[in-house]
């Protein structure tokens, strides 16, 4: 499944690394500069494109530093522009606000992220702490789910939404993401089975219920995989397109990918406004590169297997 | 996840439990997660398969019309061809992506432990299909893409990438590749974590060569693993959408049509949500076969490891 395991184990570092000069280790230090090359150009390469005029970039398409270096791109895709300016600069004149796209983003993934692990981790809980009848009936049942892919469920649910007038809202983009999945829930579940019970006991005995040991011990100690998890679902719902594409067809509910598309979609007569786009297509991508950031030691050495047995 | 706990069932918590258990507050607790699986999830999949054998258009009832949808497909060319795309593109993905993940897990695991390598390698999972989509839409254009400027400058003619019927479904297929390679190649990486360091060690005092010990050692003890990521990652190639949807929105001339984008259009291009249902439930069986698959190496694969 899709994976993220709670180990944190770091590789044996203590591995005796003879530094000889081989042909064959210089071939893969070759290969692995040119991998790293592939993966980051193209992300300087937008870069160079956003800070560059339209026309500087019909001039002189093979300039590595920016054309003309200007902030005007940045100024277009935030509608921080007249009209006339934009036309003038080669772009649509469609007027896309991505202050409203990036907060509009922010919502709903900070609701589905927050949600979804939250409920999930009460879940969880239930299915590894406490005693009830037909608890490994309801989790089997929960693991079935894993066998739905997603997508399937996106038609039914866009009926669902429409039926329950939510089309075209924010809510409407993230209700179907806000409970659980049963990825996060077979995911925690694994993590709070292996919490030592020598912990909860003693938390009982200094007279704790069931729900305080969940806040106040538990939470608490499966912290790392929460975060990582948090985070995963997060940048997953940041970059989902094809369910708000569905859903949402004004600017009160669009979000970025969203709104990317159309900005794509809306070619000048002049061609492309590859400034403003590579500009737009930076806001949106910028956010997930720093949140990554802050926590990239984490979630690095977390990915990683959850087999299902 | 290792540390497994290894105190015994214990017995103060189950004599603090009530004599019924802690049904009322296990209520509490799955109750979210409940109606969310049953509104959101089991819901719509059994309203999926309800909606393929009806004739649906959003605005009035659905209609029950029995096997025709099923009917239809089967004689629909248009899905024929979007399933044969698809595949096409299933292949060239999983095929190249596969490989070049394997390549990178090997040089993270042997060349170097660093966790810097593996968090750049990570970054292009960070940005949506979408951004993916336009930055490799930009970098490939015809007229003012730096690709095909290097292209015109080493003195070959410069290649519609996008706009060509025969080039679309490989650079799509490339596109996706850059963009999950990197989670691909850190799944991977975790599985090569596995297999002990003194195998390696062992072998290399025997004079075995690192091509040696690739096919020797890396590869017979990741196959269990190789086999768990090639069906989840197939399973997740099927699904291509996002990124057709904005580089080439299907065409040229039906080229790019894969499934999951004709299932769109039927649904909201043309209003046909009975017809799309019918080709999710298709494409569901085709998961779900390819699924069956994973369970079965899956086990296959844990009598290997031992």
Redesign the interface.
Known sequence: ???V???T?T???V?PVRRRFSL??VA??A??GL??L???L??Y??LR?ALSTNAG??AD??NPLPVDLTGTGFERALGLQSAEEVVAQGGAGGGLRFWRYLLNSVIVSTLIAGCQIF??A??A???A?????G?DT?FG??LA?L???T???L??????I?QLHLVDTLLGIA??????T?FA?FFLR??F??????V??AA??DGAG??KI?FRVVLPMASTPIITLSVLTY?TA?????WP??VSYSDSSRV??VA??IF?AQTPAA??D?SG??AA?LI??LP??VL?ACF??R???S??????? | MTVASSSPPSRLLRAKARPGGDGALAAVFVAPAMLGFLVFLLWPTLRGVYLSFTRFNLLTPAEWVGLDNYVRMVNDPIFWDSLKVTVEYVVINIGIQTVSALAIAVLLQRLTQSAVLRGIVLTPYLMSNVVAGLVWLWILDTQLGIGNEIISAVGLDRVPFLADETWAIPTIALINVWRHVGYTALLLFAGLQAIPNGMYEAAKVDGASEWRMFWRITMPLLRPVLAVVLIMTVIGSFQVFDTIAVTTAGGPANATNVLQYYIYGSAFGRFQFGYASAMSVALLVVLSAITVLQYRLTRAGQTDLG
Do not use: C, H
């Open positions: 499944m899709a994976a395991t709670a180990t184990t590789p044996p570092a591995r064959g280790r893969a230090w290969v692995m991998i790293v592939i993966t980051l193209p992300f390469w937008i494109t970039l019909r398409p093979t409920f999930s009460m879940a809980y239930a299915f702490r406490l005693n009830w009848r608890r309801v049942l929960f789910g066998m739905v892919p997508i399937f469920t038609l039914p649910n866009f009926v669902l429409k209700l179907p993401s806000l409970f659980m049963p829930v694994q993590f089975m292996n919490i030592p019970r020598e909860e006991e009982l005995l069931k729900v969940f940048i940041w970059n989902d397109y094809f594409l569905m970025l990918t990317l598309a794509r061609g492309v590859w786009l590579t297509t949106a991508a997930m590169l990554f990239a030691r979630i690095v050495s990915i990683g297997f959850t087999g299902i047995k």
